[in-house]
């Protein structure tokens, strides 16, 4: 009999998360205060976190305990499956075995409740009311507004424009857990405002909407912000998928050779990636990771590893990243989750030091794998989830050539349900290639703040 599915106890979730700040083989680059040219202290964040997730930031524990009340939430979904993708392998005739974590289990459907649900935790242990955060496509918005609702706090979401009228649905789903949602650039914020009066139709950004829930939560005391990926906590947080995810390979027999996941800010990425990359650092472990990102938005393969803001309305202290200029408004590519124009100081910092790979694929291409996929498996994954697809299928086919029995394994961060017109514009064939903006990032590249690397 074959096994298709490698499933843990509850029981088995991990208690701990892993922080990989304890075993890089570098030092990882100060955050900057923009206007002293300074490394930022925690105080400078605390009028947007609470301080146990700024001392998780900076951190260098190798195993955080992760809170019971924060376990008893991640019970309703997790462990979540690894599945083995047989059918897969065997319409591609591979010798390769694929596996992939499967988050889109979660009651939102996403990898994204994994840090949401902490965050909210510790918000509300210190007397926050009240959080405030920017959504892309609407995963992270529905992850946070639930994990608000578990926790009684209240929650205003800035949803970028273009998702707000492409994704009602998932607008829905945020109200219906109790959350505000206002398009972005909205009336509601300085920033907001003064983008529209330029700009009405202005598209909105991630960058632009992470400024406007920034300028809302440092207006008030019972206030804070929320990040759904990029920061080092948020990262952390998500090695609860990886974790999880070696227990099970190690049921299924098999260590991988090779890790793929798709990078928006680089949460789900490092969530899975991050267990493994430690026995790379820590034991010698000879493993090939794979970040892969859309040619529209391709900050690791096209940008340049520097200092500069995690917003469009430079609020935010200066990150050493992989960035295409926080000016630079990404084309409205249907994996929204990967609109950003920057990417997670510790995936950045990977790749530059060569321990991680990144790629970048058109959108038709992830398409038309996701549409395979989603044949062979069952399963209509999420369009940033099917750029982790299409890279496992070519690392599949590469297999075959050489004829090589190797292991693959992916994340398949989450399901597509609310992404379906995207798959009709697919299947219809209107959907369209964007070429890489070259000219607008170099013009978003020379506004970034020149600061000695
Ligand atoms: C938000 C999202 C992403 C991109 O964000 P990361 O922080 O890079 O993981 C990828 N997949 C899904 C399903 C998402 O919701």
Not at 3 to 29: C, G, M, R, S, V
Not at 404 to 414: P, R, V, Y
Request: charged fraction near 20%; proline fraction near 8%; include cysteine.
């Amino acid at each position: 009999m074959e096994t298709y599915k490698y499933l843990l106890d509850e029981n088995e979730i991990p208690k701990q998360w892993y922080n990989i700040l304890a075993d890089l083989p570098f030092e990882l680059p100060p955050v900057i205060h923009p206007g002293t040219g300074q490394p930022i202290g925690p105080q400078d964040l605390a009028p947007l976190f609470p301080m146990e997730l700024i001392k998780q930031e900076v951190s260098r524990d190798r195993w955080i305990d992760i809170p019971e009340p924060v376990l008893d939430v991640y019970r309703l979904w997790r462990p979540t499956p690894l599945f083995r993708a047989r059918r897969l392998e065997k319409i591609l005739d591979t010798p390769a075995r694929i596996f992939y974590k499967y988050e889109g289990v979660s009651p939102v459907g996403s990898h994204k409740p994994n840090t949401a649900v902490a965050q909210a935790y510790y918000n509300k242990a210190e007397g926050i009311k009240r959080l405030t955060t920017e959504t892309g496509a609407g995963q992270w918005g529905s992850a946070l507004s639930m994990a608000c609702n578990f926790f009684g706090l209240e929650c205003k979401v800035y949803m970028v424009k273009v998702s707000y009228h492409q994704k009602p649905y998932r607008r829905i789903i945020m109200e219906t857990f109790g959350a505000t949602v206002v398009p972005s650039p909205s009336p509601d914020t300085n920033y907001g405002r003064s983008i529209l009066e330029k700009d009405p139709d202005n598209p909105g950004s991630l960058g632009i909407a992470i400024s406007e829930a920034i300028e809302d939560a440092v207006q008030r005391e019972d206030t804070h912000y929320s990040l759904g990926s990029v920061l080092n906590h948020v990262l952390m947080h998500q090695t609860i998928m990886g974790l999880e995810a070696k227990k099970q390979m190690e049921k299924a027999g098999y260590y991988p050779d090779v890790v793929i996941g798709c990078i928006g800010g680089g949460s789900n990425f490092a969530g899975l990636t991050f267990p493994f990359i430690m026995d790379k650092l820590t034991k010698g472990q000879k493993l090939d990771v794979i970040a892969v990102e859309p040619l529209a938005c391709p900050s690791v393969t096209k940008g340049v590893y520097t200092f500069d803001f995690g917003d469009t309305a430079q609020m935010t202290p200066l990150l050493r990243m992989h960035t295409l200029g926080s000016s630079f408004i990404p084309p409205a590519i249907h994996a929204g989750g990967l609109r950003y124009h920057g990417m997670a100081p510790i995936v950045s910092a990977l790749a530059y030091h060569g321990i991680i790979e990144a790629k970048a694929v058109p959108q038709t291409a992830v398409f038309e794998a996701a549409v395979n996929f989603a044949r062979a498996e069952g399963i209509i994954s999420a369009p940033e989830s099917a750029h982790a697809v299409l890279v496992a299928i070519e690392q599949a086919l590469l297999a075959k050539q050489a004829g090589e029995a190797k292991t693959i394994l992916f994340n398949l961060s989450g399901h597509g349900h609310f992404d379906l017109r995207a798959y009709e514009e697919y299947l219809s064939g209107k959907l369209a290639d964007y070429e890489y903006p070259e000219e607008l990032v170099h013009q978003a590249l020379e506004k970034v703040p020149r600061i000695q690397a």
